[in-house]
Structure formats: structure tokens, C-alpha cells
């Protein structure tokens, strides 16, 4: 298992929820090689830690095989050098329990449990959800607050109490409120990753540890120097390079196709062969590519 040595960090400080890449015009098949590949190279460009299996991996159109398949494949690439987290995210909880287990067994370092999503349960249906999760894949376990895609948001009391267990660590969040997320690290010991690109530095700002990025597909080695120079107290340098990134971040994630937009930039870098998805997501056309290139070329990552 490869857990980040700070304890602040368990899982890193800019980890890449990486995309799946397919073979052929439909997405077929899942590209283990290439999935390796650009594992490697997220990591060569900065990256600390990966995720595998969440929506930018296009989790709801794989299946269990395909999923762990995939989780062994990035830890054989870079499971020596950083963690791999793999999600475990369904509104059954049943399904998303054999999942956890499952990327256990596939040699993941963690899991990421998103609150279910469309049933809207109860806090305490969402509270026995995410327990129930963590204890089928006994390992470290992040929670994952996006009410915007699932409807429900985890409340105070629900983070007081999901904080008291020993395999849940920490948060993803993508709630947007940076204030609750500030006062809730205060009174619990999870750790908080932001996870809104956009809020890097606010979250680092509130004593967060970093970021689940999307972006990072592109700019994870300018992410890294963001934080290195959090870390080192010049935060002024921090904005200014957090600043460069800002149009790659737009291009990647302003029109709320992550995944989608995330693979045209990573083809456009030569990380990976083919940008296809899986329906009912749409591969980004012609123009859609453009306006990524552009922001590529803009901020020097790619040659105009």
C-alpha cells in the first residue's frame, strides 16, 4: 500500500481523477495499456496520487470486470510510487460494497464513496451507506460531497459522525462552500481535498490538502507548483501560477463535460490514443477540440 508518509496527506496533494481510455470508435473495450501509459505519465508530470472509477472515468458505463481490471492496471504502472484510490460510487449500496471489495482486491490504496445518488436517502440512509462502503473494502476511505450531480449533500451532523470511524479519513468536496468545509476540518479530523479545480487555493487557504482534479490532465505540473509554493509560504507566487492555469481549467470543465473534455485534451498532449467515450456521453467534436487546443497553446502546454 502507498500512502502519502504526511499523515496531512494521506492520498497526496494533487491526485488526478483519471479518465478510461477505449479502444476503437465506441469505446468497446477499455485500453489497459493505454490506462497504464497515461498513469505513468500523470505521475511523470506531477501528480502524487491517482483515482481510477469515478465519473471522469466514466464509472457509470463499466462494468465490475472492467472496473477491476482497470484499478490492477494503474497499481502494476505507478502503485509503487503514489497512491490509487478507486471509486466505489452506486446508489445500491449493496453494488457499491462488492465494488469496494473489489478494488481492494485489485490492490487499490483507498476508496472514494460518493453519497448515492438520485434516491436522495435520508442523512442517516446516507450515513449507513458510506460505512457500509468502507467496511466491505477495509481500506482508507474518502468521502465524496457532490450534491450537484447527486442531489444530496452530507450535513454537519452526518460529517461529525462518519468522522468517528476509523477507515474514513477524508473528503472530497464539491459542495462550493468553502466556509462549512472550514469549519467542519476544524472540528473533525478528516482531511479535505477540494474537488473544484477552481478552489485549489481557497481550500489550501481553510488548511485543506489538495485536490481530485480533472484538469490536472493538463496542468498537473503547474498544480504541483502551486502547491510547493503554498507550501513554502509564497503565496503570491501560488496565485500567479494558479492564474496561468484558469483557461485550461475553463476548457476542460466550464461546460460540465469533464470526461469528455478531459480526453481531448489528454489526445492533444499525446497522453493517450483516442478520445472516445462511452453514450450516452458524446466525443468531443471538431470544435470542441479547437477550443481546448487553444487553451493548450495559450498557456505553453502545447506547440500552436
Not at 477507515?167 to 472540528?187: H, N, Q, R
Amino acid at each position: 500500500m502507498v500512502l502519502n508518509a504526511n499523515p496531512a496527506r494521506p492520498f497526496g496533494a494533487v491526485l488526478t481523477a483519471m479518465v478510461t481510455p477505449f479502444h476503437g470508435d465506441d469505446g468497446e473495450a477499455i485500453d489497459l495499456d493505454a490506462a497504464r501509459n497515461l498513469a505513468t505519465w500523470l505521475v511523470d508530470q506531477g501528480c502524487d496520487g491517482i483515482l481510477v472509477n469515478g465519473t471522469t472515468g466514466e464509472s457509470p458505463t463499466t462494468n465490475s470486470s472492467e472496473k477491476a481490471e482497470l484499478v490492477a492496471a494503474v497499481v502494476d504502472a505507478v502503485g509503487d510510487r503514489v497512491a490509487v484510490l478507486a471509486g466505489a460510487g452506486s446508489n445500491h449500496t449493496a453494488h457499491a460494497a462488492r465494488m469496494a471489495a473489489q478494488a481492494a482486491e485489485a490492490g487499490a490504496d483507498g476508496i472514494l464513496v460518493v453519497t448515492p445518488y438520485y434516491s436522495r436517502p435520508s442523512q442517516k440512509g446516507v450515513v449507513n451507506h458510506i460505512v457500509e462502503v468502507a467496511e466491505a473494502g477495509a481500506l482508507p476511505t474518502m468521502i465524496y460531497d457532490v450534491p450537484g450531480r447527486t442531489g444530496v449533500r452530507v450535513a454537519a451532523d452526518s460529517y461529525r459522525q462518519l468522522a468517528d470511524h476509523p477507515l474514513i479519513v477524508a473528503t472530497k468536496d464539491a459542495s462550493g462552500d468553502v466556509g462549512a468545509a472550514a469549519g467542519l476540518a476544524g472540528e473533525t479530523d478528516l482531511i479535505w481535498y477540494s474537488g473544484d479545480d477552481m478552489l485549489l487555493l481557497p481550500f489550501l487557504a481553510q488548511g485543506g490538502a489538495g485536490v481530485i482534479s480533472v484538469a490536472t490532465h493538463a496542468v498537473a505540473c503547474q498544480f504541483a507548483q502551486v502547491v510547493a509554493a503554498w507550501d513554502r509560504g509564497d503565496h503570491a507566487e501560488a496565485l500567479r501560477i494558479f492564474r496561468q492555469t484558469i483557461p485550461v481549467i475553463q476548457a476542460i470543465n466550464g461546460a460540465g463535460m469533464q470526461a469528455v473534455m478531459a480526453k481531448a485534451a489528454s489526445q492533444l498532449l499525446g497522453a493517450i490514443p483516442s478520445r472516445e467515450v462511452r453514450a450516452p456521453l458524446v466525443t468531443a467534436d471538431d470544435a470542441e477540440v479547437a477550443a481546448v487546443r487553444t487553451a493548450l497553446v495559450n498557456d505553453g502546454l502545447l506547440v500552436g
